[in-house]
């Protein structure tokens, strides 16, 4: 039972409950909750804006982030049209990203063992100039004008 008690913990200890969040949000004043939602709203110009910009670039994106500030991408394809191959896609793909395009993205095997090979995790936590930088920087390496 150690696999299943593992993942039941991993739930616990990621992040804070439902309930607590709950009784936290009851203590907040109403500038509190500005606050909050002006951040809310930037992280999702953020997403709405990063997403479609992967997508773009030959990273298909199957699920649209809803309560995160993480991407999974599918980098498969294109790895495969920039020459990148191995056991773990995801793994040689993010080593060459932060190579070749000097971005630090995260392998898909850090998140689970289905399909992972193929995936990349991006953070869309940092400024919107820092995302409109990386797009840049993938960008060109993706269309080969970074030698790959």
């Known amino acids: 039972l150690v696999p299943v008690v593992e993942r039941l913990a991993q ?52 699920v649209m982030p809803d309560g995160a500030f993480y991407a999974w991408a599918d980098c498969s394809a294109l790895a495969e049209r920039l020459g990148i191959s191995g056991t773990d896609t995801s793994w040689d793909f993010a080593f060459e990203a932060m190579k070749k395009a000097h971005l630090a993205i995260t392998p898909g095997r850090d998140f689970g063992s289905d399909q992972t090979a193929r995936f990349v995790r991006f953070s869309t936590a940092s400024s919107m100039a820092h995302l409109e930088e990386s797009v840049e920087r993938l960008r060109a390496w993706a269309s080969g004008a970074v030698p790959a």
């Open 11 to 62: 739930n616990l200890f990621i992040c804070a409950s439902t309930v607590s969040q709950y009784a936290a949000l009851a203590c907040f004043e109403p500038e509190s909750i500005a606050e909050y939602e002006r951040r809310r709203a930037e992280f999702k110009a953020r997403r709405d804006w990063f997403i479609p910009q992967l997508q773009a670039t030959g990273l298909d994106v199957p």
